[in-house]
């Protein structure tokens, strides 16, 4: 009887020692994946006394590695910055948008917070808790933090500071991608050679060495160029293969008269005409100052765009701008189109660039069209790429202090004044009113050129666009803004404390990501760490370094690289 039982069992054992068995040995394709890298070991120092530009790129690549990005096999990487885009600022464009579609405004999406992939970045310059632009983006363009007001130099160097520049440049990615023969671009609505644009090709101790009248003599004489000759005479490739923008003043000879305003002239002292010498670097290339021109540009060959003397127009005043300038949609369609006939791949900057300056001045209106611009631009970008080999990364720089407060009801139009409750028993049917029983809108600014008291331009009380400040007076209490349009696009919403430009937010950013490596795009991450997602996403980048021996022995670019090995 036992034997018949076990006889009985053998089947039952042997199929499960067969099933035990497959699950326990691996298929051929499960033997073939790459094995995931180790975790970067990351010194422990003091900060920010223990702080260099080599700890910080190895402490960037610590935090793709350990979210996957070294899984993405991307052929292209377009990097979308909103300049000064908080977190407020997408949700107030979001809703701006909906209700331009007859929506409440609440329930719609721009086209980034479809992507799957969401993180935040922590902004802050090496030697400033509230950062500038041209630290962040150094952060973001060579995968080191640095600190404020310099381009793609390590943190060493203090601003200004020529001779220590020459000591700490860094490479950025874009300029990794020209040597190595991929695709770049840059594109902006700021002048090219402003913070943004300007870290992704040159090096300054100075964000506004734009040009040769504004660098100190003792800066020439230690053997620094200004911005705008740099991007013209770079050592990488050949540089950009677009660069759209403004400021074409920059690039101009002083005794050059504007093609487009007969009261402006070039801003070089130099004599040199930098448009020309572009033109002889890139015989096949095309040159362009305006829309009629750039529509007719051919599809193909370097391009340079230079549309305004200094910064484009903001989306709202583009139509009326009297040559005509392409929106950045159209821009980045450009771009694109040129770029992907490179067969290896290309890199490429977007920034919508005034969203930034739009704060600055205290103008919420053209702060959030220009947003809504830039989710026209990332649109556009998502229709002509796959996101099979291209990864798109939308984020900003640094935040604003444009405040989102009341509780407006639900479809209050964004830029009016509160219906609904303040805490204060208001009826939602009327306006919400502060404790001296006044009108209020919800967007507001925590300091700005928007504060009421009188000015040397205007009277007390709300301020109207363009309001460049001087000679502020304390105000008297907050104006009655029962009968103001405060949805006109030149209304300025109020401002606590008055200053003449409004600053810049401390505050995270919002990251939104898809394609090959978009994964990594998670969590809590330092701004730099976005430099690093992009090159172990992208094989055809990380290969040029592990070459350089600048990789670990899992093939993840761990060590800084230095500009001698790879500029000509």
């Known amino acids: 009887m036992r034997l018949r039982t076990s ?22 394709d499960a033997r073939k994946a790459p094995k995931a890298p180790s975790a970067i070991e990351v010194p422990q120092i003091a900060h920010p006394q223990g702080e260099t530009p080599a700890w910080w790129f190895r402490a960037g690549a610590a935090q793709a590695v350990e979210r996957g990005a ?130 992704t090709f040159t090096h300054s101790p100075d964000r506004n060495w734009e040009n040769d009248e504004e660098m100190p003599r003792t800066a020439h004489e230690a053997g620094c160029r200004d911005i705008a000759r740099q991007f013209v005479e770079t050592p990488y490739g050949r540089g950009p293969d677009v660069l759209m923008g403004g400021g074409r003043a920059n690039f101009m000879p002083a005794t050059q008269r504007d093609p487009e305003y007969d009261d402006k002239v070039g801003q070089r002292l130099d004599g040199r005409d930098l448009v020309a010498e572009w033109k002889q670097r890139h015989p096949g290339g095309t040159y362009v100052w305006n829309a009629k021109q750039f529509a007719e540009a051919p599809a193909e060959g370097p391009l340079l765009a230079l549309f305004e003397p200094s910064h484009m127009q903001f ?46 001045y205290g103008n919420a209106y053209r702060a959030l069209t220009d947003t809504i611009a830039l989710s026209e631009a990332v649109a556009a970008a998502t229709e002509m790429t796959s996101a099979d080999d291209t990864l798109i990364l939308v984020t900003a720089d640094h935040a604003h202090t444009m405040t989102f407060a009341g509780y407006p009801v639900r479809g209050n139009p964004i830029l009016g004044k509160v219906r609904g409750s303040s805490g204060e028993g208001n009826d939602s049917s009327g306006y919400a009113t502060d404790a001296t029983g006044l009108p209020y809108t919800t967007l507001g600014y925590a300091n700005g050129p928007g504060y009421v008291g009188a000015t040397d331009q205007q ?59 978009a994964h990594a795009v998670r969590g809590s991450l330092e701004q730099n760490a976005i430099y690093h997602i992009f090159l172990q996403s992208m094989p055809a980048l990380r290969k040029p370094l592990c070459a350089r021996k600048l990789c670990n022995a899992d093939g993840v670019p761990v060590e800084l690289p230095r500009p001698e090995m790879f500029a000509k």
Not at 141 to 147: F, H, M, S
Not at 344 to 357: S, T
Request: hydrophobic share 35%; charged share 20%.
């Open 70 to 199: 070294m899984q993405g096999q991307a052929k292209n990487v377009i990097l979308f910055v909103g300049d000064g885009m908080s977190l407020p600022t997408v949700a107030a464009a979001r809703i701006l948008e909906g209700q331009r579609k007859g929506q409440p405004g609440e329930e719609n999406m721009l086209s980034w917070e479809r992507f799957p992939h969401t993180a935040l970045s922590k902004t802050y310059n090496t030697d400033s808790q509230t950062p500038d632009s041209a630290g962040t983006m150094t952060a973001m363009a060579t995968g080191v933090k640095t600190r404020a007001g310099v381009l793609s130099i390590g943190q060493d160097a203090a601003r200004g500071d020529c001779a220590g520049a020459l000591r700490t440049p860094l490479v950025s990615l874009w300029q990794l991608a020209a040597e190595t023969g991929l695709a770049t671009g840059v594109v902006t609505t700021t002048r090219v050679t402003h913070a943004t644009p300007g870290a």
């Open 7 to 28: 006889l009985r069992l053998l089947p039952l054992v042997s199929a499960s020692v067969a099933i035990l068995g497959l699950i326990a040995t691996p298929s051929a």
């Open 315 to 360: 989306e709202h005043d583009r139509p009326k701008d009297r040559a005509g300038e392409p929106s950045l949609a159209e821009m980045t369609r450009s771009a694109i189109t040129r770029l992907q006939r490179n067969r290896e791949g290309y890199v490429l900057l977007i920034e919508g660039g005034r969203i930034d300056h739009a704060h600055h």
């Open 459 to 517: 009277p007390e009380g709300p301020k109207t666009f363009l309001h460049e400040v001087s000679g502020y007076q304390a105000a008297s209490g907050r104006p009655n803004l029962a009968d103001v349009d405060t949805e006109h696009p030149d209304y300025m919403q109020e401002s606590t404390v008055p200053m003449s430009n409004e600053s810049h937010g401390g505050d995270d950013v919002g990251i939104w990501a898809r394609g090959p490596g």
